[in-house]
């Protein structure tokens, strides 16, 4: 736990600005982006404080897995369901503003304005899919 990382303190519910959505996983948490790329903008995150993605190494494939179950699971809670239509990433160091693993769910990929295309592009140099 990191007392000066927002994403720690979201995750143990000491931010009561931010709502949190229903989570299949206790180590996890998924909340709104408070600058929304897309209709529907979520962040998923390990309530454990970890580095970005660049820190992630083959032991944290589940809890990826874990984290994109997650964000799958809020976009079919808030009536979204075509799952071919999203976009799920990290942005990759030094493009992250927050240095705690969250993975940006956005959907409908196929209504993202320009900027956010250009922010949240495919495997680009700044976010990775």
């Known amino acids: 736990y990191d007392g000066k990382c927002v994403f720690c ?22 909340f709104r982006d408070i ?4 209709p529907h903008h979520y962040l998923v995150v390990p309530v454990e404080h970890m580095g970005n993605c660049k820190t992630l190494k083959s032991e944290h ?4 897995k874990r984290m994109m179950e997650v964000g799958k699971a ?13 976009r799920m990433g990290f942005h990759w160091p030094p493009f ?4 705690h693993l969250h993975l940006h769910v956005l959907a409908p ?7 956010s295309r250009l922010v949240y592009r495919i495997n680009s140099y700044w976010f990775i899919t």
């Open 9 to 30: 303190r979201i995750a143990r519910r000491e931010e009561p600005g931010t709502a949190l959505f229903p989570c299949q996983y206790e180590d996890l948490v998924c």
């Open 35 to 38: 600058r929304p790329g897309a």
């Open 61 to 64: 494939v589940p809890i990826v």
């Open 74 to 86: 809020v976009l079919q809670r808030n009536n979204f369901s075509d799952l071919n239509d999203i």
């Open 96 to 99: 992250c503003t927050i240095s």
């Open 109 to 115: 990929a196929s209504q993202l304005g320009f900027l």
